[in-house]
């Protein structure tokens, strides 16, 4: 396997492929190790969060360029959107781990319950298998990673094959932060290492790609009821109401749909504009668009990098072409800067699209902005939900009120106001979709919900008394819960107590 710059072309490694046996080695191996992290006290573990903090802020810059290189993606973008959140979402999780996994005490309303003290208990699932993408090859996995670790899991990661650098460079950071060999390890590989983690003896998977994989994966749990948390991308809409900033909101636009690539699952791949608004809406964004720096993901002045590859390329073309055939008008771009190299695709502006469009149906995972416009609110409701995916959407207004509103009415994990993708870097926000977009959450409280299960411990405060409910039936212990029953739910005063009386005889005991 060969890992290279997509903005040159340049070879930065080849590697192995991680067989199918080593895989299940390093399982089982996780399985014994597993079990001393997770008897580790809360602290230690935090403490090994506070270490790898510190070290990933000493190593930013490393980082931040090995992204670039190998990802593609602006300098700039890779600190920020990569970096700077699992900094970020490490200080969530040293913050928030202690409370989370302390037990909780479950209340016990039910009258012939209160002799019980009860509690909830946050145990770890024991080996968890990640699977990552490309397009945020250190964010995605680090939080999801840090997560499960923190909660007292071991971790496998197989990482996508076009950043595997990216995965050993986190693999590295853990490690020399205090993480155990056995208890993280990156799986580099393909397609069949991939399988291969699935095949194993792992306690659950958490997948981020492709619907069509997800599928699969779902399909192959569900043999073995595996637990999944599956994040499948989107089609994420943007709506600009006639009372929105128009500077600002062709500004949020344009980075919303060109930033790294356009390759982002929270990328506005729809845009929805009302009527009133269209045209000089689209207008600032093409003269926007025009002042877009393309180029080496390394260079200070670049904006937008190279995709990732030419099969993703492609699917931008073809997406265009058939907008292009079916009435749209490409204002800006359209087509590759073959000057540039590759895997360079210019940043487009797309008009007058329809909802029959694959523009507007299709995950494009590129630098386009499509744009249609739309009357009212119920319309714009109506466009936006009418998609088989439902991960994030966005609404620009003059009035926050009437862009809540809207909002609660949309199909979507997220619906940010007045902003878009920067939900992703809220640590304590969960991350996740509807419909199409998958299945569970990451980020957050809910993040950390889904690397653990949930014990119910009952005690009882009376181990020496036999339970009223306990064998013993007949006649009379017909009347007396009865009149228990309707001590607790009869309508009136008089009947509770009546019920009350007439329960009384359960004090007697006679259970056998």
Known sequence: MISTNPATGEVLRELECVADAEVRAAVERAHEAQRAWAGLEVGKRVGVLRNFQRLLHERKVQVARLITQEAGKPYVEALLTEVTVVLDATRFLIENAYAFLREEEVPHSNLVMKTKRGSLVREPYGVIGIISPWNYPFSIPATETLAALVTGNAVMVKPSEFTPLVALELESLLHAAGVPGDVFRVLVGDGATGAALLGAEIDKVVFTGSVATGKRIASVAAGRLLPVVLELGGKDPMVVLEDADLDVASSAAVWGAFMNAGQTCLSIERCYVQAPLYEKFLAACVEKTKKLRVGNGLEDATEIGPMIHERQLKTVETQVADARARGARVL??????????????????????????????????????????FRNEDDAVRLVNDSEFGLAASVFTGDSVRGERIARRLEAGTV????????????????????????????????LEEMVRVKYLDVDRLP?????????????????????????????????????????????????
């Open 416 to 447: 940010m106001v007045n902003d878009m993708i920067s939900c992703f870097g809220i640590s304590e926000a969960p991350h996740g979709g509807v419909k199409a977009s998958g299945i569970g959450r990451t980020h957050g409280k809910f993040g």
């Open 332 to 373: 800006i771009g359209g087509s590759r800067l073959r000057e540039l190299g590759p895997n360079f695709y210019a940043p487009t502006v797309v008009a007058d699209v329809t909802p029959e469009m694959q523009l507007m149906r299709e995950e494009t995972f590129g630098p386009v902005l499509p744009v249609a416009a």
């Open 464 to 512: 020496g008394m036999k339970k009223v409910w306990w064998y013993g039936y007949g006649a009379r212990f017909r009347k007396e819960m009865e009149g228990f029953v309707d001590m607790q739910f009869a309508r009136g005063v008089g009947a509770r107590v009546s019920g009350a009386l007439r329960s009384m005889g359960v004090l007697r005991g006679g259970k056998r």
